[in-house]
């Protein structure tokens, strides 16, 4: 026989003993079973580490009927010996007592009809223990993404849509999870900040695998406006480059920060106000004393001296509630109920309304609880509120003055039907001397600010534009 010729018969035959040595030490359990003359099955093969371990080789069981070797084995994994017998490749899982395991019936068929099956029993119990802490973990991990309190987002760099959005981010912008999907992120930005994702999206496009955060509007589907933070990464998903981030809504952190801000603007303008004020008022009542006595004496400049002393009076005027910015004072707080206070106002506020066509009306709960509250400055606080909404109504309209309960505050609400104040504004309300009213000081809010601060309670805003704007007053329930 020349070299390199193939003849087509092995080199070396597998022998029986061979063939046998190789199924002994093969770690799984190999057997076939048979009908015998009786029509039961009997074991004509058993071999492999597992069968040795159990006791099961062919030495020990050949021949004997598969009933009497598998007697603890359950009605249902006797029928998976029969379905093999007919002709169908079974595949089923057995427990033995921690220990896991996968057979896998195969039948031998011969001129159409099956003379033999040849089973393999594996053990699995290190599989499922890993295949279960892996299923666990994703639980674990999918509740923490479900359920937290903030949004969690995935989408590929290269394209516009979400690939995943959890609850809490559709929350935040008043979709469904269904309805995000067909949303990219510029879809969910106010228009004047769509620059900045886009500006995002190009250096991920570019290879960028860099942290980014910053904060932005998001546009609601309602048309309302959150503040949010978003801090995002890029990753792989799926094979393909992607950015997975975390939304937080900082909109009420915003506001806490904003009362903040204010609160220490107020301390300081109030340590301001009482030193200028005294420096202010002594030399402004010599001023009043010596023009009022010109002013007997020179009649025929009658319309000038009206004019200064309506000046000077007017500036005595912002002294005074300068002077209430100053430290606060120990002021006597008793039960009082909201709604006396309102009606009281209300009535002192006609005639102003009447002046500008305006109507006021006024809601309330019944069984309001009373506030801890120095009664005067309250109806002061309540009287600015009540003729800033009238004057904000130049050719009429309607006030409506509420009050209802909130858990443990007490929420009065004026709402007027004005031109609204812009959102840009509506931030700086409160502070000193920023007004919206063509002769305003701005120290009418301001100290309102205050006193209602010096309550354990808070002022919000809400406006629209040509819609109107609703002031809440929150105290706490005595």
Known sequence: MQA?????????????????????????HIFKYKRDADGQFVFTLSEGKL?????LTTDSISGKRLQDVLQLCSDDIMSMYEKAYDGHVVEYES???????????????EQGRVVEVVGSSTEITERKRIEHELQEAEELYRSLVEDTLVGVYIAYVNEHSFVYVNPRMAEMFGYTQEDMMRLGAVDLVVPQEREIVLKNQSRRSKGDRSPIRYQFHGLRSDGNIVHLEVLQKTTIY????????????????KQAEEMVRKSELLSVIGQLAAGVAHEIRNPLTSLKGFLQLMYSHHQDKQQYFTIMLSELNRIDKIISELLVLAKPQD????????????EHIIVLAETHAVMHNVRIF??????LPAVMCEENQLKQVFLNLLKNAIEAMPDGG????????????VVISFRDQGCGIPEDRLARLGEPFYTTKENGTGLGLMVSYRIIHNHGGTISVTSQLHQGSTFEVRLPVS
Do not use: C, W
């Not at 069968?51 to 006791?55: I, S, T």
């Not at 002021?331 to 206070?341: N, Y």
């Open 362 to 367: 006024i809601h309330h709960e019944p069984n």
């Open 51 to 55: 069968a040795r371990e159990f006791g």
């Open 398 to 409: 309607e006030v409506h003055v509420s009050v209802r309960r909130e858990e443990d505050t």
């Open 238 to 253: 799926k094979g393909k480059p992607a950015v997975i981030g975390i939304l937080q809504d900082i909109t009420e952190r």
């Open 95 to 109: 427990t033995m007592g921690e220990r896991i395991f996968t057979t896998t019936l195969s039948p031998i068929i």
């Open 331 to 342: 002021i006597a707080f008793k039960e009082r109920d909201v709604v006396p206070m309102l």
């Open 4 to 28: 390199g010729i193939y003849t087509g018969k092995p080199s070396v035959d597998l022998n029986k003993d061979e063939l046998r040595r190789t199924v002994e030490n093969l770690h799984n």
